[in-house]
């Protein structure tokens, strides 16, 4: 049984970081991009930032240099460092793990949540 359980959610004033932390557990068939995603009031659920195995990243336009996406392999955990928060990045965080790409495909692209087999259950970070 895999679980994906985030933590560091909040509300924070604009301007101002938090650091999002999310660790799997159980057996994955494999991790080869884990990511964070996020969904905010009344829109669809978009992809924030990808990481490969390898380390390679992806990130969206909109958080290009205030958000970091990093891993540590060995203790199973994900992480996103963001910075300069702004009020549109209020949303419910999730994380996920293990995207199925053909062998030929780098996962890390496209930036969008296709593939992604397990989610967490979200955490919340409001800006205000």
């Known amino acids: 049984h895999v679980q994906l359980v985030e933590s560091g959610g909040g509300a924070v004033q604009a301007g101002g970081s938090l650091r999002l932390s999310c660790v799997v557990s159980?057996?994955?068939?494999?991790?080869?991009?884990m990511g964070w995603f996020r969904q905010a009031p009344g829109k669809e659920r978009e992809a924030v930032a990808i990481i490969a195995r390898s380390g390679s990243t992806a990130y969206a336009d909109s958080v290009k240099g205030r958000f970091t996406i990093s891993k540590d392999n060995a203790m199973g955990a994900l992480f996103l460092q963001m910075n300069d928060l702004k009020a549109e990045d209020t949303a419910l965080y999730y994380c996920?793990?293990?995207?199925?790409?053909?062998?030929?495909?780098?996962?890390?692209?496209?930036?969008?949540?296709?593939?992604?087999?397990?989610w967490g259950q979200g955490t919340q970070v409001t800006v205000s």
């Open positions: 996920a793990t293990d995207r199925l790409v053909s062998a030929s495909v780098v996962c890390i692209v496209p930036l969008t949540e296709t593939g992604f087999v397990y």
């Open positions: 159980g057996y994955t068939y494999r991790r080869d991009c």
